[in-house]
């Protein structure tokens, strides 16, 4: 499925219909170059499930944890790994336990040592605009992909 996102405002919503087919448990991949929104669909997908404070990226902490509830969401940013084994370090599989939702921001640095996503984002800039693709990586990814509509300005 794509998204042309023109605002932080579609970014957020976009963020806030993974929040509802996510139901606050998976794992997302988002890939893409510094500035395309990464952190923005994050903000708008952690705030929907009812955080209220701020949400940072977490790019010299790697993890950033929220908990919602009885909802844990823990949001990374690999982009600063210099190498794949400081993972394990960090504890990473009981990060990935199957109840808790991760948001994972630069996968590729990870490896072999991550698991397969339910979703992978793929965000790419186009001028001033940016396209989302989103595809599914597991059968819980496809329910998931299939809760999602398209976006309309309307809905802002």
Known sequence: MQFRIDSDQ??????????AASGGRGLIYLDGDLGTGKTTLVRGLIRALGHDGAVKSPTFTLVEPYQLGE????HF???RLSDPEELEYMGLRDY??????????????GSRLLPPPD???KLLHDGTSRDVTVSAGTEAGES????LKPLKLDDL
């Open 144 to 147: 998931m992909l299939k809760s």
């Open 119 to 121: 979703l992978l984002l």
């Open 10 to 19: 579609q970014m957020q919503a976009l963020g806030a219909q993974l929040a």
């Open 96 to 109: 990935f336990d199957g109840e808790s939702l991760c948001l994972v921001e630069w996968p590729e640095k």
């Open 71 to 74: 909802k844990n969401i823990y």
């Open 77 to 79: 940013d690999l982009y």
